[in-house]
């Protein structure tokens, strides 16, 4: 039987367990996507390549498993690049395949190349690679597959030029892989797991802290078992919100509540389990969350073991092994009584509710934090929360808590707004019978405002609510504090009516003007069945906490004043 590429391709992608793919059609593709309707692959079409990028990235983050985006060259790759970025700073499995020109016209200035994608891709990826041959389709599938997935976990792109997707082979000379993926899961040695235990006896203010190795070894159910068994808070700080659930008693919270135990007047953790988690903007930078703290590191790649801090032991293991080998040994020991401890450190979560206790606003408009509070209040259980922007979502992450791995999506360290409808779309794919919730700014919500379309074309009725303050509200308020009134620049928006764009593509769209409107408006736009926007106003004044943490000293005389890093010594 004599196939296509683009056939090779769905059925490698279909064999290897392959269900949902995020694309934006482009004619270097077609031979592919007209074979996905045989394969049983559901296509998601979105308006802009970046967004179907978000998506994969957030279908991944959602099930820990891979996420698919499928593009066309040229400027299909260049839109795309954002996307395959941001997935490989934040360590998210995602197959990336670009179409391409025919081989045979390199250098004679073709539609949609003259450029090198390979070449261009090589830096934010794992693995790029140029397929030659329609016949080994499946097993380079399969090579990217095992690439993205196992040691660390990232994003791989597959150039598939138009004479490689349409071009034919034999099937009796194609190899179908038995293996697209492999069980790559290093355990730890027994002599670390033993030290680590001995150095956690000695605590006085243990925690965990954990990252996104978590969730891409599935290792929910063994971290929660070891830290039952040793009664210690854990803090996630970074993409693995649900890990551990927030109802659960030894739920620490995320980096703002690990930000607030000296405030609150309680120590320090003198030890911390840091798994999975990588040592940077989360964990508080050089200077640390965890100042003189011991620390017993686990991850998969040894790179990052020490980074910003000398590690007392470090563990090179997958997650998930490593929680089981502790959770193992440390039943045959008998450890402290840290239920004081665990009560306090638990507790910093709450803390935000004594600094905002006065919902009057300059401007007479809602205050975001009780903006926040009611939009959290109305949403179902189980809802999925994706946060976009910078000042907008931090209001809402005060609130946001799941029960589930992936159930709150938000920007990792490629500080990348606009990730919101692409990942909200991702999210709804992976997990259909969740709610999805996007808490954006006004100044993210402009960057893929065309998602309504695809949202409405495709079924997927996620709630958009826009804190709508006219203003990149992180910006301004940085230009302000550091510049004063005559800093502003380039930072003002217009009071737009977003609720009206959902309208034109198919969706359902409200304005509320107040806090008490927000439960109604919340309902109304759940009812509808189709993607809604609520537009909330809400005062520009009002600074976040996160924003006056990451400005650090405005008023320093001996220092240059930098926004969002250490300032710089003059």
Not at 513 to 540: H, L, T, W
Request: net charge negative; aromatic share 8%.
């Amino acid at each position: 039987m004599i196939v296509n590429g683009g056939e090779l391709l769905a059925r490698a992608l279909a064999e290897a367990g392959t269900t949902e793919v995020f694309t934006l059609h482009g004619g270097h593709l077609d031979a592919f996507l007209v074979a996905c309707r045989r394969h049983g692959i559901r296509l998601t079409g979105t308006r802009h390549e970046a967004t179907a990028g978000h998506a994969a990235d957030a279908y991944a983050r959602v099930t820990g498993n891979y996420g698919v985006c499928v593009v066309t060259s040229g400027p299909g790759f260049t839109n795309v690049y954002t996307a395959l970025t941001n997935a490989l700073l934040d360590r998210t499995p995602t197959i990336f395949v670009v179409g391409a020109p025919p081989m045979r016209e390199t250098e004679t200035n073709p539609l949609q190349g003259g450029f090198d994608q390979i070449a261009a891709a090589v830096p934010v990826t794992k693995w790029a690679y140029r397929i030659t041959d329609p016949a080994r389709v499946p097993e380079i599938v399969a090579l990217a597959i095992r690439k993205a997935t196992t040691g660390i976990p990232g994003p791989v792109l597959l150039e598939v030029p138009i004479d490689v997707m349409f071009g034919e082979a034999d099937e009796d000379t194609v190899r179908f892989p038995v293996n697209y993926t492999v069980s790559a899961r290093s355990g730890p040695t027994a002599a670390a797991v033993e030290v680590a235990l001995d150095l956690l006896g000695e605590a006085t203010n243990p925690a965990i802290v954990i990252g996104g190795g978590v969730t891409f070894s599935h290792a929910s159910a063994a971290l929660v078992a070891f830290a039952e068994t040793v009664d210690v808070p854990v803090f996630y700080p970074g993409k693995s919100d649900g890990a551990v659930p927030a109802s659960h008693r030894l739920a620490g919270g995320g980096l703002l509540a690990i930000g607030s135990l000296p405030a609150l007047g309680y120590p320090t953790p003198d030890v911390v389990f840091v798994v999975g988690a990588r040592a940077g903007m989360f964990t508080g930078g050089r200077t640390s969350l965890f100042p003189g703290a011991r620390l017993v590191q686990i991850d998969v790649d040894a790179s990052e073991i020490g980074r910003m801090q000398d590690v007392d032991v470090p563990i090179l293991a997958d997650c998930r092994e490593a929680l089981i080998a502790l959770k193992t040994a440390a039943d045959q020991r008998q450890w402290p009584d840290w239920s004081a401890w665990v009560d306090a450190a638990t507790s910093a979560k709450h803390a935000h509710r004594h600094g905002f206790e006065d919902e009057a606003t300059e401007s007479g408009k809602a205050h975001p934090y009780f903006a926040a509070r009611a939009i959290v209040e109305a949403c179902p259980p189980g809802t999925t929360f994706v946060m976009d922007g910078a000042e907008a979502p931090s209001w809402g992450e005060f609130f946001t808590t799941t029960e589930e791995v992936g159930g709150v999506l938000r920007l990792g360290y490629l500080g990348c707004l606009g990730v919101g409808p692409g990942f909200a779309i991702g999210a709804h794919r992976a997990r259909p019978e969740s709610p999805v919730v996007l808490i954006t700014g006004d100044g993210a919500a402009g960057f893929h405002i065309q998602e309504f379309d695809t949202m409405a074309r495709h079924g997927i009725p996620v709630v958009t609510v826009i804190f709508n303050n006219a203003v990149w509200g992180m910006s301004i308020h940085g230009q302000e504090a550091v510049y004063g009134d005559e800093g502003i620049v380039v930072s003002e928006l217009a009071d737009s009516a977003y609720e009206k764009v959902a309208e034109a593509f198919g969706g359902y769209g409200e304005r509320v003007k107040d806090v008490a409107s927000i439960a109604d408006a919340m309902k109304r736009a759940f009812d509808a069945g189709v993607p809604a926007c609520i537009n909330v106003e809400v005062d520009p004044h009002v600074v976040h906490p996160i924003t006056t943490m990451m400005l650090g000293d405005v008023t320093s005389t001996d220092e240059i004043v930098v926004p969002y890093y250490e300032n710089i010594p003059r």
